[in-house]
């Protein structure tokens, strides 16, 4: 069964709005990161958030963490055309050599 | 340049050949992976490497084999390429000496099996 698991998984938005994506996993994690994919090409880190934080910004994103219900919430505010492609998340569970686990996406879009 | 390259970008072959994907990096970075993204599955490992004299099976290994020649490369063989192997691969780094194991992946080979 999948460690991470994205929710919606699919999002269409109008240029200006935000856009939340929801992440949900099983067991005990060390950190979450999302990834963003734009169409056929490599995973890019957006960020990173650890077990231990609630909160973290970076830039137009904001990401939660909500251990008690294993969940983590990516935030984009003032969406751009731009920002449409896949958002992965991955959670590493705890262990030295434990490895990352992606979900299976959310394909985003915002119009212009 | 980028960091994470991998050759060929786009590859296609018949069934029953053998096939090589190259990774090659300049981050330094000791840990290397190879996923494979299929649509609606996201991505899956295939196998990993946390140093030149270490492989490790990863979630779907079957039909697949690697070599890791020095620290900067990793390769990923199908040994007899079959249809469903038709997928998206991607090679992966990341830095032993971060404990988040952030990682860094290059832009991915479009492998067709026909």
């Known amino acids: 069964s999948q460690q991470g698991e994205e929710d919606p998984q699919a999002l269409s938005i109008q240029e200006g709005e935000n856009a939340t994506m929801n992440c949900s996993y099983k067991?005990?994690?060390?950190?979450l990161q999302w990834y963003r994919q734009n169409s056929g090409r490599g995973l890019v880190h957006l960020i990173l958030?650890?077990?231990?934080?609630r909160e973290k910004h970076s830039g137009r994103l904001r990401v939660t963490l909500d251990t008690s219900k294993k969940s983590s919430s990516l935030l984009i505010t003032a969406s751009r055309a731009a920002d449409t492609a896949s958002y992965f998340c991955?959670?590493?569970?705890?262990?030295?050599?434990?490895?990352?686990?992606f979900g299976k996406g959310i394909t985003l879009s915002v119009r212009p | 340049d980028a960091d994470v390259t991998q050759t060929p970008r786009n590859r296609i072959t018949k069934t029953g050949k053998r096939i090589m994907l190259e990774c090659s990096q300049t981050k330094g970075h000791d840990r290397m992976y190879w996923y494979r993204q299929d649509p609606g599955l996201g991505l899956r490992l295939i196998y990993y490497?946390?140093?030149?004299?270490?492989?490790n099976k990863g979630e779907i290994s079957d039909g697949y084999s690697v070599s890791r020649q020095a620290q900067a490369k990793f390769s990923l063989s199908l040994e007899s390429a079959i249809p469903n192997q038709t997928a998206l691969y991607f090679c992966?780094?990341?830095?032993?000496?971060?404990?988040?194991?952030?990682?860094?992946f290059g832009p991915g080979t479009r492998l067709t099996v026909l």
């Open positions: 992966a780094t990341s830095d032993l000496m971060v404990s988040t194991d952030t990682q860094y």
């Open positions: 991955a959670s590493r569970l705890t262990g030295a050599n434990s490895k990352l686990t």
């Open positions: 958030i650890r077990s231990n934080e």
């Open positions: 490497s946390f140093d030149v004299k270490d492989i």
């Open positions: 067991t005990s994690i060390n950190n």
